[in-house]
């Protein structure tokens, strides 16, 4: 089947207004939805490369080794709709496991990026409809009419633990949003990391390969290409960390001096030691996502680890 153009939900651009009113807050923060331009995408694809970042391959090898199980609770004839879609990679392990798909809606923020994969993928799988959707999906979007017009089981596929950047309250929000795309009976297909010890989670973000340094200093990059502004990256230095507290890592630019740097014609000051919180990753046991989705109203059916019990898919099913 030919593969659609991207349906354009809306202009998922709020970058210039989140950027200008994340600099003038105290903390500084940027929300992470916007580390994915075209080469924070590459970047985000190499981390997942390294052999720190434990999280894709633990999920790979859990999705491998039961995607036709996943596929068997699931039943034939499903809509999948993939949030974060990025290089439609994981889909592809379940796509061989599942029966008589008839469409794939991946929907990403990065615009080039979603057309560069939806293109290869509807070469190696031309037996269903392909229908992009570029949009922010942590905000309210519509499905193409095409898709929305298809009489089938719904399932959102959020890989990647995704939901773990969001605060608690904000993942409940997205789930119930999840709920009322795919309700009556459907799915959400999700990924989870969950809580284990501390060394383990500092590596994972702090790659011995400065991977993951360089794709937080990407967003500084962005913003001076596309908001014309001036900082300097070599004086703005990458941490990240585990906060206990919060069971979550903590990613950020830390200003190594002080300085004055200006984004779109406003200035902005930062002291030595201050910080642009860019991204949490929250990481969750079991029985509190349960409880979170359960707030959310879906019901877990399924869940499965890796072998060192580091990550989770779980499934949920909407009554």
């Not at 309700?183 to 383990?200: A, S």
Request: glycine content about 6%; some cysteine.
């Amino acid at each position: 089947m030919p593969l659609h153009d991207a349906y354009q939900h809306q202009e998922a651009d709020g970058f210039k207004q989140d950027v200008l009113t994340g600099l003038a807050s105290l903390p500084k923060s940027i929300p992470p939805k916007y580390f994915y331009d075209e080469r924070g995408s590459q970047l985000f694809a190499e981390i997942c490369r390294q052999p720190e970042y434990y999280l894709t391959n633990s999920e790979v090898k859990i999705l491998q080794e039961n995607a036709e199980e996943m596929a068997d609770r699931i039943g034939p004839g499903a809509l999948f709709i993939e949030y974060g879609s990025g290089a439609s990679e994981k889909i592809r392990i379940l796509l061989n496991a599942l029966q008589d798909m008839v469409a794939y809606v991946p929907v990403d923020i990065s615009k080039e990026y979603l057309q560069q994969a939806t293109q290869k993928l509807a070469v190696d799988y031309p037996q269903f409809k392909i229908l992009p959707v570029y949009a922010d999906y942590t905000h309210e979007f519509a499905l193409p009419p095409i898709a929305a017009a298809i009489d089938a089981t719904k399932v959102v596929f959020l890989p990647g633990s995704t939901v773990g950047n969001l605060e608690p309250m904000d993942a409940r929000a997205l789930l119930e949003s999840i709920r009322t795309v795919v309700q009556p009976h459907g799915f959400l297909l999700i990924g989870v990391d969950v809580t284990k010890e501390k060394h383990i989670l500092d590596c994972a973000y702090n790659d011995a390969a400065g991977v993951t340094a360089e794709f937080n200093k990407n967003l500084l990059s962005r913003i001076n290409r596309e908001l014309d502004g001036s900082f300097d990256l070599d004086t703005f230095l990458h941490r990240a960390f585990f906060n206990q507290d919060l069971n979550r890592i903590e990613m950020h630019l830390v200003s190594e001096k002080d300085q004055f740097v200006s984004v779109a014609n406003q200035r902005f000051r930062f002291h030595k030691g201050e910080s642009i919180h860019t991204e949490n990753s929250y990481k969750y046991p079991l029985e509190e996502f349960r409880q979170l989705a359960a707030q959310a109203g879906m019901k877990r059916v399924a869940y499965w680890l890796d072998s060192q019990g580091w990550f989770s898919v779980q499934l949920f099913q909407v009554g």
